[in-house]
């Protein structure tokens, strides 16, 4: 099986599961382009028909209320944080991904309704007053025009909205490592009682790059 069709599917099969613990509040279907029996050349998308709002130089709370608005997500977690990932295949083989962490910025009527859900154990990350919003994003390109040694790497990840900021990670992420590490590091409560029934240790991986 082609890795695009690996892709979309567990996207498919990530959704079910994440809504059968309740971590996920809504959700798009993933959508292929172009709709044709081919799975060589293709992207992975949101059934959307303008993301660039994404990209623009605007503050954190306009973008995310602009992406929830637009529905510019696969998943949105039951805090409101939002899940977009999105991948391009060619010839077979990864050419970019994009999958990003939007944080809620407005976790504070969660803090402040803590009793309402302290009850269930899976909220106790969502309401630590501690918490900091912090947007996240991997994105891999593998293009030559792109690729800058140390500067750009093919593979990384970007906290914040820092335009420079590109740490290096060894390899693409699958739509499973990308929510594992997700909700590992963030809603660990809700990982460790649901990661049995959310991810398989034989999933496939894409290969290691520069």
Known sequence: MSFAKKTFQQIERLTTSLIEVSLCDDQNAPVKLPNV?????????????????????????????????????????????????????????????????????????????????????????IIDRRIVIVPIRFDYDCSDDTYEEIEHPKSHFTLGQFENCRIPVSRPLTPCQFVHFILRNFYHHAYTKYKDKLFDSNDYCFDETD
């Open 37 to 125: 029996p081919s799975w060589d050349t293709c992207r992975i998308d949101l059934p959307v028909t303008e993301v660039s709002i994404a990209l623009r130089n605007i503050p954190y709370d306009k973008l995310y209320g602009e992406m929830n608005k637009r529905r510019i997500f696969t998943y949105k977690l039951i805090d409101g944080a939002l899940l977009s990932l999105q991948y391009d295949f060619f010839n077979g083989v990864l050419n970019r991904h994009r999958l990003g962490y939007y944080p809620n910025p407005n976790l504070l009527s969660f803090q402040e309704n803590e009793d309402l859900y302290s009850l269930d154990d899976i909220y106790l990350d």
